[in-house]
């Protein structure tokens, strides 16, 4: 259910219906929007007394949300979301690349990969220090010592970083050092983990599960949102079919999808998506050409060694050109890079 209040509703008329709500025993969810404040309740388990709300001092309406997800619903919230982090607005006009290694391996290996994807142009620097790998015999991440890599990889740098956190137990770790959260495709489900991490005071890059709907995707984001956190980014990184010619199928389709049903931004990651080098950057163009807000691209400075992701890393220089190819379109839809 939500509460619309009218344009120019008071602060105090505002926490009055706040009050109102969390009296039942409900949660209140203050939206602040352009026009006017909405108020999404939650944690109702039947039906909400609609007049008791409708009567309150500077109420315009009380009206259903229809679909089983609310707080990330455009029901809820008509206009787009915009997601700091550190200081790069996503979600906005900018199309933003997150780029990096798919794992910390040391100092020296994160730092010519952040320097060479921040001159092509990335925003934002991606490495995993807890890795979910599929077999416990592959690099699982180097832990502490990754976090510590990539923190002096944004000191020099400037650029915010994204990284995985595996498990509830490693949030508080992740937390200190990360700018962005991600939470990974086989942990779009962990739902103690989406918990906590809606409890988290950074924003998180919330991953498709390799075989969600895009109902059970939104209802992911849902679990953070709940706890508070409305800094989420959305990932499509494709999904497992019978596809015998890449890693995975990227859905190219959900994200237009997404962005009917939410406000929430979405990234695309074409590298986990095709798993094949020579497919990131068609892949790429794209995804940016379906309306995507950021891209998030594996790099590495020497893929053949790569301890994880490899054969779907680029290279510096590829890397280069995805960004300049992106740079020529994005003014096209109406974006700037
Ligand atoms: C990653 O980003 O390196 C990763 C493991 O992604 P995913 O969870 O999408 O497989
Ligand atoms: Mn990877």
Known sequence: ???VMRQGASAEQIQGVMRAIEARGFKAHAIPGEQRTA??????RGAVDRPVFESLPGVLEVIPVTHAYKLVSREVKPEDTIVRVGDVAIGGRELVIAAGPCAVESLEQ???????VKKAGARLLRGGAFKPRTSPYSFQGLGEEGLRILAAAREETGLPIVTEALD????????RYADAIQIGARNMQNFSLLRRCGKARKPVLLKRGIAATLEEFLMSAEYLLAEGNYGVILCERGVR???????NTLDLAVVPAVKQLSHLPVFVDPSHGTGRRDKVTPLSRG?????ADGLIIEVHHDPDTALSDGPQSLTPEMFASLVAQIRQIAP??????
């Open 39 to 44: 108020i999404g309740i939650t944690g109702n």
């Open 332 to 337: 096209v839809l109406g974006r700037s890079l």
């Open 287 to 291: 995804a940016a050409a379906v309306g």
């Open 1 to 3: 259910m939500l509460v």
């Open 110 to 116: 994160t730092l010519i990969v952040a320097r060479a």
């Open 168 to 175: 509830v137990e490693g949030v508080d770790l992740v937390e």
């Open 241 to 247: 079919t019978f596809s015998d010619y890449s890693r």
